[in-house]
C-alpha cells in the first residue's frame, strides 16, 4: 500500500549543483502535482500534469524542469541549484475529478538545503 | 482569482476543551473545500471535504466542518482536544465543477498546540 512515494527524504546541495527529485504513484492515478512548502506559507504549485506527456505551469515554476513520460512517475528537476530553493517539497496526485472534487494524495516529501 | 485565508497562525488548546479552526475564502465560482492535517516530518493528509449536498460535513478522528455561503467560510471544529491533534492543519480551496481546473489553493496553515 505504497501510495505515493519520494526520494530522496533529505539531500544537502551546493549552490550552482543540479539534482531531481523523484516522485512514484501506484494508485494509476491522473494527476500529479509538485508543490513546495516554506514556513507559515503554506502550499505553493510548482509544476502540474493531467496525464503523461501533458505539464503546466503552477505558481512557482522558476527554476524547476518536470517530465511525465509514464502514468506513475513525475520527476522535478532543479537546475543551477540557489540558496532560494531550500524548501520541503512535496509530490501529489488524484483521479482525474471534474472540477477538483477529488482528494490529493500526499507523498512524506523531501527536504532540500542548498548551501 | 480564489484565495484562502486561515485566521491565525498558532491555536493553542487544553486537552479536552473544543478546537475551532477558521477558514475564509474567495472564489467566483462555487467552490470545493478542503482540510488537510500534517503530523511533523509527515506529508498532507485529507481530514474531510465539502463538495455538494449536506453543508455539515464529517471527517476523519472527530472532525467536522460546515460550509457557510453567506459568510464565505469553512471552519473545522472538534469538540474535545486530543493530544494527539497537535499538528498544522491547511484549509484548500479548488474552483469546482465550473471552475475547469484541477489545481488545490492552500491556506497558509494553521498550527494546532494541545496542552495536557
Request: aromatic share 12%; charged share 20%.
Given at each position: 500500500n505504497a501510495g505515493v512515494t519520494q526520494t530522496p527524504?533529505?539531500?544537502?546541495?551546493?549552490i550552482g549543483q543540479s539534482m531531481t527529485l523523484q516522485c512514484t504513484q501506484d494508485m494509476n492515478h491522473n494527476y500529479m502535482y509538485w508543490y513546495r512548502q516554506d514556513p507559515g506559507m503554506g502550499l505553493k504549485l510548482i509544476y502540474y500534469s493531467v496525464g503523461a506527456g501533458i505539464t503546466d505551469k503552477g505558481e512557482v515554476p522558476n527554476g524547476y524542469n518536470v517530465s511525465r513520460s509514464t502514468t506513475e512517475d513525475f520527476p522535478l528537476r532543479l537546475e543551477l541549484a540557489a540558496p532560494s530553493q531550500t524548501s520541503v517539497y512535496f509530490c501529489a496526485s488524484s483521479y482525474f475529478g471534474t472540477g477538483g472534487n477529488q482528494p490529493q494524495h500526499f507523498g512524506d516529501g523531501t527536504r532540500l538545503s542548498i548551501l | 482569482a480564489q484565495s484562502v485565508t486561515q485566521l491565525g497562525s498558532h491555536v493553542s488548546v487544553s486537552e479536552g476543551?473544543?478546537?475551532?479552526?477558521?477558514?475564509?475564502?474567495?472564489?467566483?465560482v462555487p467552490p470545493y473545500l478542503f482540510w488537510y492535517v500534517q503530523?511533523?516530518?509527515?506529508?498532507?493528509?485529507?481530514?474531510?471535504?465539502?463538495?455538494?449536498?449536506?453543508?455539515?460535513?464529517?471527517?476523519?478522528?472527530?472532525?467536522?466542518?460546515?460550509?457557510?455561503k453567506s459568510e464565505t467560510s469553512f471552519h473545522l471544529t472538534k469538540p474535545s482536544a486530543h493530544m494527539s491533534d497537535a499538528a498544522e492543519y491547511f484549509c484548500a480551496v479548488s474552483p469546482g465543477i465550473q471552475g475547469g481546473s484541477e489545481k488545490l489553493v492552500f491556506g497558509k496553515g494553521t498550527k494546532l498546540t494541545v496542552n495536557p
Open positions: 527524504k533529505f539531500r544537502i546541495l551546493k | 476543551a473544543l478546537v475551532l479552526l477558521r477558514c475564509n475564502y474567495s472564489s467566483s503530523y511533523p516530518n509527515q506529508g498532507l493528509q485529507l481530514l474531510l471535504k465539502y463538495t455538494t449536498g449536506a453543508t455539515l460535513v464529517k471527517g476523519i478522528n472527530g472532525f467536522e466542518a460546515e460550509f457557510k
